[in-house]
Structure formats: structure tokens, C-alpha cells
């Protein structure tokens, strides 16, 4: 079935450690989206892809990179996880602004 | 700042009952409003997209409403079934750029045998 496919499902790391989420689509679209959902919270907007080769900060960037390697695939790094990072991630991606979201599965990240 | 506000936090229904779920928003300047639907454990899928212009539209059992003069929407299930049972949230996009989604917290919604 076509939409975006996120992998890890799930992950623990240890304080320090580094990791890639890896988020791939096959909808064609040119915008891609990595955000966090806390409890309590709504999701927030960590960083998003307008366009192949253009990449920008959201809400919440602080500890996080992001690679736009193709118009494909766009993945987040963590370089030295935190606890405060431990989090449920969802990538997603529309065909550009006001255009529907189709979200992944989402990853669910524990940083101990 | 842009806000999105849902109510109630949750909610627990009988099977075959109808409710509604409500949003308010104070984002501005205003593109669309969307609802979607999260089940536990996965991510959310669209249910409704409305513009400034749209009073209401329905995706099956499902209809929103938008006063976009009052800034408030609606999501109104009809007839629950027990797959209804998830987190609807309510994500409002103004319209200068690609990062102006305002996501509420989501109405949990319980629907009971």
C-alpha cells in the first residue's frame, strides 16, 4: 500500500547514545515532516522539507538533524540522545502546503 | 500565539450513540482546518479538510463543521461503532509557509459495548 513507512518501530537508547530515524514515502510528494508527540501535548514540528533539497527548523529543533536525501526519503538524527528526547516520532508527507498530511506508523524512541 | 483548543479530553460513549467533539482556535490568519483521527499505536489519517468557505463536510459517519467567524469547529460522529474508539485531533494551518500547522491535544474518545 502506498504512504510513508517509518523505521525503527521502536528504540532504547542509552543517554549520549546516537541514532537515524529513517522515514521513506512513495506518494511523490515533495514535502516531508518529522514531529514529536508528548503526553499532554499536541504534535509538534521539529523539522520539514518543503522541497528536495531544502530542509528547515519547526518548533522544536534543539538536538535534532535532518537529511533530505532524495525526494524519497527524509531522515532525523540524534546525535547525543537526552532523556528529554524520549518521545513518539512521526514523519509525514503532503503533495505542499494545503495539501493533506499522510502520516507513518511512528517510532517510538526511549532514551534512559 | 496560535492555539488550538479541543474539549472535552475525552469522552466514553455506548455503541450506536452519536457525540460531538469540539475545537477552538485562535490561529490567524486562517488556511484550513483539519481533523484526523489517531488510533493507539499508530499514527493520525486525515478525516476532513475545510477551507475558509466550507460550513461543513462529511467523510461517512463523520461530519465537521467550521464558523470560521467564531473560530470553531465540530466533529460530529454519528451512530459510534467501536473502531470509533481513538484520539480525533484538530490541526488548524495558517497560510505563511510550510510550518504553520497548530495542532490541538486530541479528544479521546471511548466507545463502550
Known amino acids: 500500500n502506498a504512504g510513508v513507512t517509518q523505521t525503527p518501530k521502536f528504540q532504547v537508547l542509552k543517554t549520549g547514545q546516537s541514532m537515524t530515524l529513517q522515514c521513506a514515502q512513495d506518494m511523490n510528494h515533495n514535502s516531508m515532516y518529522w514531529y514529536r508527540q508528548d503526553p499532554g501535548m499536541g504534535l509538534r514540528l521539529i523539522y520539514y522539507?518543503?522541497?528536495?533539497?531544502?530542509?528547515d527548523k519547526g518548533e522544536v529543533p534543539n538536538g535534532y538533524n535532518v537529511s533530505r536525501l532524495n525526494k524519497r526519503e527524509f531522515s532525523l538524527r540524534l546525535e547525543s540522545a537526552a532523556p528529554s528526547q524520549t518521545s513518539v516520532y512521526f514523519c509525514?508527507?503532503?503533495?505542499?502546503?494545503?495539501?493533506?498530511?499522510?502520516f507513518g506508523s511512528g517510532t517510538r524512541l526511549t532514551v534512559v | 500565539k496560535n492555539q488550538v483548543e479541543q474539549s472535552p479530553q475525552s469522552l466514553i460513549i455506548l455503541e450506536g450513540k452519536n457525540c460531538t467533539l469540539q475545537c477552538n482556535y485562535t490561529v490567524s490568519p486562517f488556511s484550513n482546518l483539519r481533523w484526523y483521527k489517531q488510533d493507539t499505536g499508530r499514527g493520525p489519517v486525515s478525516l476532513t479538510i475545510?477551507?475558509?468557505?466550507?460550513n461543513t463536510k462529511s467523510n461517512g459517519r463523520y461530519t465537521a463543521t467550521l464558523d470560521a467567524d467564531t473560530k470553531q469547529s465540530s466533529l460530529h460522529i454519528t451512530a459510534s461503532q467501536l473502531s470509533d474508539s481513538a484520539s480525533y485531533i484538530c490541526v488548524v494551518s495558517g497560510n505563511s509557509g510550510y510550518s504553520t500547522l497548530t495542532f490541538g491535544k486530541g479528544t479521546m474518545l471511548l466507545v463502550s459495548p
Open positions: 475545510m477551507t475558509f468557505s466550507e
Open positions: 522539507s518543503a522541497s528536495e533539497g531544502t530542509t
Open positions: 509525514a508527507s503532503s503533495g505542499g502546503q494545503g495539501y493533506g498530511y499522510t
